[in-house]
């Protein structure tokens, strides 16, 4: 047997390089550079890496090629398992852009005092002379930089990935540094470690789920590879069974890692128990990449199948929607309200997923739901990255104070905050002239256009719905006093931050008004980048 | 002069201004510069009201592209309807404002609100509301009918009484809900049209497009929804009664007379022009419902202790009258609708803004607390009494006239629809003269022993609802609140005994002279309103001649109804 020495088309997969190679860099500055310069060395080394992929994401999109007539625009890399297409340039610039706004909040020390949101010495038990020898010495584990770089590089490769091996390599480069990020918590370290270790163990178990099913497809196709699947679903050879079940298993993988109902229930405790920054990380970016694989597996592969996966979505969008509404509403602590209003962004964003037509079908100019969902996306992953971000800086005398009514008459104390709150709300929301409007409307119109009105109309009522707790938020803020007597410790106060976190609010309010009220560019720019590559 | 454009300027000048007003660094500064914004923004509406062609359709139109890919538009358009609606949003904007001006200290008193937030909101409000009666593409329209919500939900929740803050959740929720099942159908739209061809949500083309008769029920059920929510019409009322009783009479008199309009207003322009037929399949219901609201708002507002309430249930009557002439498809009743809509702006405004000075003057607005006023504060008095009469619609003031078409319409419709509406007639002269009569007549305020016992009753059962009076008492300079109200010899402090100040008669006056000239001289309101409502009755396709009535009786029916005005 020959070997043929693989070709690898380094240019357009750059962006991805470059992270998995600062990632790498990273670790190396771990091992060798003392501790007191560590923290800088390596914010700058994430920032530049980030800045850098990103400078050749915009590099490698204005140099893709058109394909099948204009409909779609790159290429297949790496020997058929990585595509470089429009989405998937389009999901690398977003996840990018979030993680640098993530990296920013890791980065934040000044609201903690002079150390960061992360425990200064993981290994150390709770509570005991370790730790706080560790806290005493103001050590921190710089190790974050890399780990989130690692987690970056596989958010990139999730929505690129052209095989279901690849595919769930990706997912497990993402998820492992995700686990460990979730378990670093400075405060409240049993339950960040009790968080850590659910979503490990959930995580672990879906991805089995993915396996098996990956398993299948190929007991069905025969390859792999996501043209290969596709042919054959064409062809409808094979058995029918293995590839509906095979579908359904490779489902539960991806469903649980955007967090859709029923396989929502980690989404609450990892939110909660997660560094504050590394939820505002996570939440942003993981749905992301985790939706454009999902994109990807279901457009690509089982495309042509879409009568039978379509159902299941309903079933899935529904059920994630009305589950993330309702149970929103009784919570009292912020970073579980916005868990459970991700959950039913969710199904906000499935409802666009399941929108999907056929090119025929629609009329000149009109919105394709691969555009309506990312858009989606980058409006919702801006508002709830602001979100967590504008979390980490309302904090009482024991630290971060989520809950609810700590935040009462926050609007009179700090009104710029707790008015860049509310607008993160009121996009979530879906209120006009946010971005959120614009992408709930393109969500809901595709579902409405393919037909799916059933959706439609329980998006719609969950919309009411979630409405209530965000408005009562709203109402909390800027409407409501303190219970008098309260003592000045419990009443949550606004830490001034650095110039990172600011930064990181102040852009995402920018994006969210001015994607809200000029949305053109950002859904030219998804139109733009086209259909996948099949 | 036309190449200005004339009704972007008429949007972007309150709405900088709300932005500058916010930005002022004191209070009085941020006042003044608020009441100017707002007489420049009259201004610009006048000047758009000369420029007005009778009989010219849409005029100084603007269409801009917006979001291309959704086929939106920025596009702006004014014909008799909006300007209608225009000139009553800018006439009451800056009264409302002179009005907050000095009752800032009373309404706002303990509720920590700045009046620069109040004046900035207010001016915000006024921008988006005329970009609604502006807007000519429908998610244009879409977009500032929901933004509309967050300056008044920040109107109602940061002024007024204790309990606001729920009344603000009311509010939007109410709102919201509604606007989300609008935005239902204004996706149903985009599908409909992209079916037709290319997607757009120009009025203009929808208007062209021609729809399943299923599609167009659907759609029109989500704007019919939405504007009974907004309007509002039982059974979707019960926000309102809530909002005008804890918000500032100010912002009351901007949600109801101009806010709400956008639900009648909208029921003509997307309802009745969009889905001509499915809005004649819908009339049974929605006449049915206007003669509830009618009725029921009526008993509803006989039945109510508190000023701000009663006045916000009164409008919930008028609305049903409104709504009532807009679905009995005739051409006096859309005349007749379109007047009342500015009518009931000026007769309500009036009407909330005298109880505030009357609830500024005695700590409460509890009516069974007040009586007596009269013979403290004559002119006061008067006020009150007029507004009150414009509200029952006594001839020769200007609800009359509209008031008279619509039940000539509904008659014309059928006659028991036309039978229950005239009671709403009766039910209003009794509302508005038991209210006037324990207002202002009598020996004053709880003169008796029982009624302190009374006041001492209520202390018990409803402690929140007693506070928020104390406030206004004490903002206001009475001295002891509780005795204030509970003995006579309170009547004779300086605060319960003034009368209107000059300042006070100045805002009031354009009111009270719009209501009079327009109930002699009504012919400038039907020259500007009628044009549209011909081009409605064409494109709704319906003539006057009803097939129950024979031709013969509708020739006299229109001449009465022409003779009447």
Known sequence: MDFVKPTIEYAELAPLLIVLGGACLGVAVEAFLPRSPRRTVQLVLTSVVLLAAFATTIWVATDLAEVAGGAARGLLTAEGTIVVDGPTVFLWGLVLLLSLGGVALFAERRVEGGVSAFAGQAAALPGTEAEREASTRGWEHTEVYPLLLFAVGGMMLFPASNDLLTMFVALEVLSLPLYLLTGLARRRRLLSQEAALKYFLLGAFSSGFFLYGAALVYGFAGSMQFTAIAEAVRNDTGNQALLLVGMGLLAVGLLFKVGAAPFQGWTPDVYQGAPTAVTAFMSAATKVAAFGALLRLFYVAFGSDRWSWQPMMWAVAILTMVVGAVVAVSQTDVKRMLAYSSVAHTGFILTGVLGVQGAGELADGQITSLQAVLFYLAAYGVATLGAFAVVTLVRDSNGEATHFDRWAGLGKRSPWLAGAFGLYLLSMAGIPLTAGFVGKWAVFTVAMSAGAWPVVLTAIASSIVAIFFYVRYIRIMFFTEPHAGTPAGEVASVTTPSLLTSATIAAGVLATVVIGVVPGPVLDLAARAGDFIR | ?565
């Open chain 2, 1 to 565: 002069m036309s190449d200005l454009p004339w009704l972007s300027l008429l949007i972007g000048v309150p709405l900088v201004g709300a932005v500058v007003v916010a930005a002022l660094p004191r209070a009085e500064l941020a006042k003044l510069a608020a009441l100017l914004i707002s007489v420049v923004t009259l201004g610009l509406g006048v000047a758009v009201a000369l420029q007005h062609e009778l009989r010219g359709g849409m005029q100084l139109t603007e269409t801009h592209d917006w979001i291309s890919a959704f086929g939106v538009h920025y596009a702006l358009g004014v014909d008799g309807l909006s300007l209608l609606m225009v000139l009553l949003t800018v006439v009451l904007v800056p009264i409302v404002l002179a009005y907050s001006w000095t009752h800032d200290e009373d309404a706002q008193a303990g509720s920590g609100g700045s009046p620069r937030a109040f004046f900035a909101w207010a001016l915000a409000l006024e921008a988006l509301s005329l970009a609604v009666f502006l807007a000519t593409d429908v998610f244009l329209f879409y977009v500032v009918f929901e933004a509309t919500l967050i300056p008044a939900y920040f109107l109602i929740g940061g002024f007024g009484k204790a309990g606001r803050g729920a009344a603000a959740v009311k509010f939007l929720m109410f709102q919201l809900g509604g606007g989300l099942v609008l935005l239902g159908s204004v996706i149903g739209l985009y599908v409909v049209s992209a079916q037709a061809g290319e997607p757009s949500y120009l009025h203009s083309d929808l208007a062209a497009l021609d729809m399943s008769t299923s599609a167009e029920r659907w759609i029109l059920a989500g704007f019919l929804i939405a504007f009974v929510v907004k309007a509002p019409l039982f059974p979707l009322h019960t926000w309102l009664a809530d909002t005008t009783e804890k918000a500032t009479p100010g912002t009351s008199v901007l949600l109801v007379c101009v806010l709400d309009k956008i639900g009648t207003y909208g029921m003509l322009r997307f309802c009745l022009e969009l889905f001509p037929e499915a809005s004649q399949w819908a009339t049974p219901l929605v006449v049915t419902l206007a003669l509830i609201s009618i009725v029921y708002g009526a008993l509803l507002a006989i039945g109510q202790d508190d000023l701000l309430r009663l006045v916000g249930l009164t409008s919930l009557s008028h609305f049903g009258f409104i709504t009532l002439g807009i679905f009995a498809f005739s051409s006096q009743g859309q005349s007749g609708a379109i007047l009342y809509m500015v009518n009931h702006g000026l007769g309500t405004a009036a009407l909330f803004l005298t109880a505030g000075h009357v609830i500024a003057r005695r700590g409460t607005s509890s009516i069974s607390r007040m009586g007596g006023m009269e013979k403290l504060a004559p002119v006061l008095a008067g006020f009150f009494l007029l507004a009150g009469l414009a509200t029952l619609s006594l001839p020769g003031l200007s609800p009359f006239v509209s008031e008279l078409l619509v039940i000539i319409a509904a008659f014309d419709y059928h006659w028991w629809v036309g039978a229950i509406a005239v009671t709403g007639i009766v039910l209003a002269a009794i509302y508005v003269l038991s209210m006037y009569q324990r207002v202002m007549t009598g020996p004053g305020p709880l003169a008796a022993d029982d009624a302190a016992d009374d006041a001492a009753g209520e202390h018990l059962e409803d402690p929140a609802h007693r506070e928020p009076a104390g406030h206004g008492a004490a903002g206001g300079g009475a001295t002891g609140t509780a005795t204030a109200t509970r003995t006579e010899a309170a009547v004779t402090t300086p605060a319960a005994a003034r009368d209107l100040r000059p300042h006070e008669v100045a805002v009031l006056t354009p009111l009270v002279v719009g209501l009079v000239l327009f109930g002699f001289f009504p012919m400038p309101l039907f020259d500007v309103a009628n044009p549209y409502v011909e081009d409605l009755m064409a494109r709704v396709d319906v003539d006057d001649d009803a097939p129950a009535v024979p031709p013969g009786t509708t020739v006299e029916h229109e001449a009465a109804g022409e003779g009447a005005h």
